[in-house]
Structures are given as structure tokens and as C-alpha cells.
């Protein structure tokens, strides 16, 4: 019994691990992994605003970073619409919401 209690014996002893022990860890490491949406300053946005209207008049492709919780997200390509109402543009045929860019990068 006293070697079990010595250093990391009591650890050492018992390696069983439940299925949710194993789930929570995951979870935990997850969400140690999730990302904090940045916010925009004023210029940020005009910059990002004169792109997205580049983009849509001129056709012309852009590179967008955009929010994601676990991790970095480009998105390049020509805007085709923009909805103000809801807050979304088209990129490609598929729909991105506008409080989720993050930046505008350039693209050469």
C-alpha cells in the first residue's frame, strides 16, 4: 500500500479513463482552441467597405479574413451581392454575414 501513495502512485494505480472523462477533455481543449471576434475600427471598415464595392462594381477579386471560432478564415474570390438589409454579402454563390470579416487583405 505505501508504494501506491509514493510520487504519482496513485495516479500510476489507476489508469482507467470513462468515456465521458475522455469527451470533457476534448471539449476542454476545444474550447481553450476557440477564437474572440476582433473588432473594427472606423478605418478598417471604410477599407473594408471600399473593397467589397471594388470588388462588386469593378469585379474585381478580393481576399476577405473572416471570423471563425476555431480558426483563421480567407475568402477569396468576386463579390456578386450585397444585402445591406440582412447584413450579408455573396461571394461565389454562397452568403457571408458582415459582422464576421475581420480584415481585408490585398490581392496580387
Do not use: C, Y
Not at 469593378?58 to 450585397?82: A, N
Amino acid at each position: 500500500m505505501r508504494k501506491k501513495l509514493e510520487g504519482n502512485g496513485l495516479w500510476e494505480s489507476s489508469r482507467m479513463m470513462l468515456p465521458e472523462h475522455k469527451a470533457e477533455i476534448v471539449r476542454n481543449n476545444e474550447a481553450l482552441k476557440r477564437r474572440t471576434r476582433a473588432s473594427l475600427d472606423e478605418q478598417e471598415w471604410e477599407a473594408v467597405s471600399r473593397a467589397v464595392a471594388e470588388s462588386l462594381q469593378l469585379r474585381l477579386p478580393i481576399t476577405l479574413r473572416m471570423f471563425h471560432p476555431l480558426e483563421e478564415l480567407t475568402i477569396i474570390g468576386i463579390v456578386d451581392r450585397v444585402d445591406s438589409q440582412k447584413g450579408r454579402f455573396m461571394i461565389d454563390g454562397e452568403w457571408f454575414a458582415v459582422r464576421d470579416i475581420e480584415g481585408v487583405a490585398s490581392s496580387d
